[in-house]
């Protein structure tokens, strides 16, 4: 893979929450992956972006979405959704659970043979070089632990959102939730109102009993949970606990500053709880941590971190951090034309939707000016780029 550096940095925003701003300006990619972070290029570099003092940070990543085999969505109806993401900066996705599979099975048999299926093919398919971590088991009675050791040793990393499949009660979750973290799977637990008809209101006494790793969209998915609940979440659990853009923005505020006041930003991951009833939303992270920073008072560096290095952390993902031999996915931000700010944090600051110029995942170019963002105002060349198309 051919070496590329990034120059003339502005602003670089780590993505990691205890360290989010690097004093640099300059970033050299070889191999797909993050060579140096400093202030100058040694040696000879074959493709060099000078980004003219925009912004640059991790590529954001998706803790919720729903998607099904292949870059559609029967949900609503919607073709190469997952490439308009990465549109919206986002590169890399995970799903939540497929349950929007036209005739999702749901006994054992069928459950196991969907997550796999899913595991598998989107771990060969990436949709305009996008990353989606998909087969999210979707938990249904008669799944026993042997079940779990199969899936997990066939890719699936991911129990799907609990509350929206057949498994509702606690005491009927808890074992297998138990066997799946025993397996090295992540649990994603739907919490707030219910969903859509047939699925239940999930509150901090079922997180508490099934110790889930991710409290779903507690600012709604899409009806907000209760101030009181997310704060017994925050201090009697240890879950991750997710905002989400398909949700209740005024509640995205409230709840990061409960997790401020608790010093626990680093429990925050953010999604889109996408696709939904709400829609099909290429800039619904972009769109969230405007609100974080806006309506919740957060630095926006902060915000970015959330959306990266927390959910790569939780996942175990060797990205979501601009650091030395992390996978070079990255974009390019900046202030929006027309906005009052000045740059991509100042534009989140005042929950405008920043520009994204282009996004890179591992080491290569995938587009140049987004086809969902406003354009930058800084003007930046990439000379061997078509705009709005790849490398
Ligand atoms: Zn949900």
Known sequence: MSDLALTNIGTLVTGDID????????????????????????????????VAGATVMPGLIDSHVHPVIGDFTPRQRTLDFLESYLHGGVTTMISAGEPHTPGRPTDPAGVKALAI????????????????????VLLEEGLIEADFAEMAAAGVRIVGEIGISGVKDPEQAEPMVRWAQSHGMKVVMHTGGASIPGSGVIGADYVL???????????????????????????????MIEVVHNGNA?????????AAERDALGRVIVGTDSPA????????????????????????????????????????????????????????????LGSEAGDALGALAIADTPAVFAAVVDGEVRFV????????????QVPWVQAGGSH
């Open 19 to 50: 360290r989010p701003l690097a004093d640099a300006d300059t970033i050299v990619v070889r191999d797909g992956k993050i060579h140096s972070i400093g202030s100058s290029v040694d040696g000879d570099i074959e493709r060099v972006i000078d």
């Open 117 to 136: 299926l899913a595991a598998r093919s989107f771990a060969k398919f990436r949709p305009g070089g996008a990353k989606v971590i998909g087969g999210a």
């Open 209 to 239: 009993a099934v110790r889930p790793d991710v409290a779903a969209h507690v600012n709604g998915g899409p009806t907000a949970l209760r101030s009181s609940e997310v704060e017994r979440i925050l201090d009697e659990s240890e879950a």
């Open 250 to 258: 005024r509640a995205v505020g409230d709840v990061v500053r409960l």
């Open 277 to 336: 009833g709400t829609g099909v939303v290429p800039l619904g992270i972009l769109r969230t941590m405007g609100w974080m920073s806006a309506l919740g008072g957060m630095a926006p560096e902060l915000a970015v971190a959330c959306a990266t290095g927390n959910t790569a952390k939780l996942h175990g993902l060797d990205r979501g951090v601009i650091a030395e031999g992390k996978e070079a996915d990255l974009i390019i931000a900046d202030a929006p």
């Open 369 to 380: 000016k987004s086809r969902n963002t406003p354009p930058p105002v800084r003007n930046i």
